[in-house]
């Protein structure tokens, strides 16, 4: 299966969003640090195009890109929260389920342990 591009035209609108706000959010720290885009460029080791692709909120700029700007600023804090097992409610909800139903399975006796 080829790998597919993400582009403005493919990315949902809510990750969109997302990368859009990270951007922002992005520029306001560094400009509040008195940082200019070259400032933060040199500090990361990052090409100055690919600080102005973060600032505009770019989805095909690298993850890692993004991660090293933001511990660049001292905000790699939120990085253990993000797809947290402890926040995933969804994931926690289907896995209790999952669970139950074997338990009722086992105690119905539609498991005899014969592998």
Known sequence: MPRQN???DTTPFAVARSITTLGQNIERA???RGLR???LAKKTGLALGTIRRIEEGSPTTALSAYFTVLW???LE???GDLAS???D???KTLESARQRARVDLVAK???DGDF
Request: zero cysteines; a negative charge.
């Open 30 to 32: 560094r400009t509040r």
């Open 72 to 74: 660049a600023l001292g």
């Open 89 to 91: 409610e969804e994931g």
């Open 109 to 111: 006796g539609g498991l």
């Open 85 to 87: 097992p402890d926040r």
């Open 77 to 79: 804090r939120e990085f």
């Open 6 to 8: 993400l582009t403005h």
């Open 37 to 39: 885009q070259v400032d």
